[in-house]
């Protein structure tokens, strides 16, 4: 059986305004979580699916994303003639190769929104469904991407977590129709909306896997939130002919567009990591405080 989903669209052409003055002269996504930049995790999930094509939507200015991903022949083989073969190997399993890999890098001229971002991908899409995953939302465990590509049956999936009612303003929100285990139904999805107005707390977080018809519904989609083309308003009009269904993943996330979130995710690694966590044991009992009240 063909897989459902061929292609994976990385929209990378964001500013990291953030993170600025590191973002800079390194882009948000080659930031790391200990010592794998962002964009390492992403391409990871996407690989561990099976998909076929990767798309990178990146910008002019920002061709360290592109340095970064595709393999460096010269840079291995001045590792291995000093003699670091175990680095050189892993330099050549991370990255992604022509001869070998279907990788295309296109570009998005203007900061137009997610939506727009998307749309930017459109003539490289092969046949099928289309993932679009956004690299700083970290998903940590089971590869997010693969468990929603085999529930997967149709129109517009994204993936979901429930969120504080004081957080809902930072996502879109499903409109919630039912729930069966892991899959929400949805009639419609709002972006951003006020406490008040959100019509439930389930939130999507940056992973979507898109019937193509996606494209048609963003070529004609109005500026929305931020006066930008909002991925989410298009799914939400096509909700009457294309379902719309959340998924809760089994992973740990964490929104690493945020400070906080980069920090957090460093923490979770390092607590995993025996060299590392007893760092944080000396730290911790230097300055008194229990990693519980951490």
């Known amino acids: 059986m063909t897989h459902p989903v061929r292609t994976a669209i990385f929209p990378v052409a964001g500013l990291g305004t953030r993170f600025l003055p590191a973002t800079k002269a390194t882009p948000k996504e080659l930031l790391p979580v200990l010592d794998t930049p962002l964009i390492q995790y992403a391409i990871d999930e996407v690989r561990a ?17 592109e340095n970064y991903v595709m393999d460096d022949l010269r840079l291995r083989r001045s590792l291995e003639a000093r003699g670091k073969d175990d680095i050189a190997d892993e330099l050549k399993e991370a990255a992604l190769h022509p001869e070998t890999d279907d990788v295309i890098f296109t570009n998005q001229a203007e900061p137009k929104g997610l939506g727009h971002a998307v749309l930017c991908a459109r003539e490289h899409i092969l046949d099928g469904a289309v993932a679009v995953i956004l690299p700083d939302d970290l998903i940590l465990g089971a590869p997010c991407l693969s468990e ?3 529930a997967y049956d149709g129109g517009h999936m994204v993936a979901t977590m429930t969120v504080d009612d004081l957080d809902v303003s930072k996502y879109g929100v499903l409109d919630i129709i039912s729930e069966e285990g892991r899959i929400t139904r949805a009639r419609s999805m709002v972006e ?101 009240a951490a």
């Open 49 to 65: 699916a099976g998909i076929e094509r990767l798309v990178f939507v990146s910008h002019a200015s920002k061709p360290a994303i």
């Open 148 to 150: 929603m590509a085999h």
């Open 192 to 292: 951003k909306p006020s406490p008040e107005d959100a019509p439930s707390r389930k939130a999507v977080i940056g992973r979507y896997i898109l019937d193509p018809d996606i494209f048609d519904a963003l070529a004609t989609q109005t500026p929305g939130a931020g006066g930008e083309i909002q991925l989410t308003d298009a799914i939400a009009r096509e909700a009457a002919t294309r379902p719309i269904s959340g998924f809760g993943f089994s992973g740990v996330r964490f929104d690493c567009g945020s400070k906080a979130g980069m920090l957090e995710a460093t923490l979770h690694l390092a607590s995993q990591d025996p060299e590392l966590s007893s760092v944080l044991d000396s730290y911790y009992a230097r300055t008194g405080v229990t990693r519980s």
